[in-house]
Nanobody, 118 residues
């Protein structure tokens, strides 16, 4: 069962978007036991880790998004969010959410496209 990502779209530089990723029940483990992350793949580039959040809500960010992006989680809704502010054309990419259990098993969402125009 895949994670379900949404919230992508077209936005002008300087704008904001919020991505959401819902984890269906029975995936890997209970949601609050999963480390969640957002990755992205820009055209012609390798996939990169954008942000991650641990089960105790410690967040980590790629240098390129620090101060602009915020990752958060709502365990009751089984959802992880990525709030993106002050978007730049370089943020254009397909964004994927990822879940990882304590055993190392992973699951990926289908991706949501973010396009930032200059």
């Amino acid at each position: 069962v895949q994670l379900q990502a949404s919230g992508g779209g077209l936005v002008q530089a300087g704008g904001s978007l919020r991505l959401a990723c819902v984890a269906p029940r029975s995936i890997l483990s209970t949601f609050n036991a999963l480390e969640m992350a957002w990755h992205r793949r820009a055209p012609g580039k390798e996939r990169e880790l954008v942000a991650s959040i641990t089960t105790d809500r410690r967040a980590m960010y790629a240098d390129s998004v620090k101060g602009r992006f915020t990752i958060s989680r709502d365990n009751g809704k089984k959802t992880v969010y990525l709030s993106m502010n002050n978007l730049e054309p370089e943020d254009t990419a397909v964004y994927y959410c990822n879940a990882r259990s304590m055993s190392g098993a992973e699951s990926w969402g289908q991706g949501t496209l973010v396009t930032v125009s200059s």
